[in-house]
T-cell receptor, first 111, second 118 residues
Framework: TQLLEQSPQFLSIQEGENLTVYCNSS?????LQWYRQEPGEGPVLLVT?????EVKKLKRLTFQFGDARKDSSLHITAAQPGDTGLYLC???????????FGPGTRLSVLP | NAGVTQTPKFQVLKTGQSMTLQCAQD?????MSWYRQDPGMGLRLIHY???????DQGEVPNGYNVSRSTTEDFPLRLLSAAPSQTSVYFC?????????????????FGEGSRLTVL
C-alpha cells in the first residue's frame, strides 16, 4: 500500500503570512496532485506535477515536485481568508488513474 | 453544469439496514470511484470502475458493493449498515488520460453524502 503523509495536520495563520505544507511518501508516483476542499463540498483539483523537480505557480500558490518524485510542497504567499480549506495531496500511480490521498492539511487564515 | 451528482446528501440508518448511495456523471468519464472521508484519515478508496461492466476493490471494500451497468451511473450499496460505516462518502469520476492526450487523470467529485449509522 502506498502511503502519503502530510504536514502539518493543522495550520492557523494571520492574513498576509506565508506558509508551506508538505506531502511525503516512501513510494514513487508517476505524478502528484493537490486538491483543495471547502466545507460541505468535494475536493477540487489545483494542480498536477509530473516531472521530478518541477515547479508550478498558480497566482500566490507555488507547487514543487521532489526530484525523486516521492514528495511535494505547496507554498502560499500572502495568505488570504479565501485560502482557508483542507489541502489534500494525491499520488497518481499507473495509467494515470490510481489515486492515493494523504490525510490533508487543514488551513485557517484569519482576517 | 451538473458534473457529478450524488444522492442523498444526508442519511441516517439503523444498524443492519441496507441502502444505496446514488452517483451519476454527465461528462462521459470512463473512470468512476467511491471514497469515504473520515477525520484525520483523508480519502480512502472503497471501489472503482474503469468502464461499464468492470469494477474492482479499493483500499476499504468490506461491507460495500458496487455495479456499473452504464457509463453514467455508479451506485454504492451498503448491505447491512454498521456504526463503523458512519462517514462522508464521495463519488468521483475522471477522464481516461490516454484517450484525452494527457499524462494523468483528474478527479471530479460530487458534493458528498453524509451517512450516520446508529
Amino acid at each position: 500500500t502506498q502511503l502519503l503523509e502530510q504536514s502539518p495536520q493543522f495550520l492557523s495563520i494571520q492574513e498576509g503570512e506565508n506558509l508551506t505544507v508538505y506531502c511525503n511518501s516512501s513510494s514513487v508516483f508517476s505524478s502528484l496532485q493537490w486538491y483543495r476542499q471547502e466545507p460541505g463540498e468535494g475536493p477540487v483539483l489545483l494542480v498536477t506535477v509530473v516531472t521530478g523537480g518541477e515547479v508550478k505557480k498558480l497566482k500566490r500558490l507555488t507547487f514543487q515536485f521532489g526530484d525523486a518524485r516521492k514528495d511535494s510542497s505547496l507554498h502560499i504567499t500572502a495568505a488570504q481568508p479565501g485560502d482557508t480549506g483542507l489541502y489534500l495531496c494525491a499520488g497518481v500511480g499507473n495509467y494515470g488513474q490510481n489515486f492515493v490521498f494523504g490525510p490533508g492539511t487543514r488551513l485557517s487564515v484569519l482576517p | 453544469n451538473a458534473g457529478v451528482t450524488q444522492t442523498p446528501k444526508f442519511q441516517v440508518l439503523k444498524t443492519g439496514q441496507s441502502m444505496t448511495l446514488q452517483c451519476a456523471q454527465d461528462m462521459n468519464h470512463e473512470y468512476m470511484s467511491w471514497y469515504r472521508q473520515d477525520p484525520g484519515m483523508g480519502l480512502r478508496l472503497i471501489h472503482y470502475s474503469v468502464g461499464a461492466g468492470i469494477t474492482d476493490q479499493g483500499e476499504v471494500p468490506n461491507g460495500y458493493n458496487v455495479s456499473r451497468s452504464t457509463t453514467e451511473d455508479f451506485p454504492l450499496r451498503l448491505l447491512s449498515a454498521a456504526p463503523s460505516q458512519t462517514s462522508v462518502y464521495f463519488c468521483a469520476s475522471s477522464y481516461t488520460p490516454w484517450t484525452s492526450g494527457r499524462r494523468t487523470g483528474e478527479l471530479f467529485f460530487g458534493e458528498g453524502s453524509r451517512l450516520t449509522v446508529l
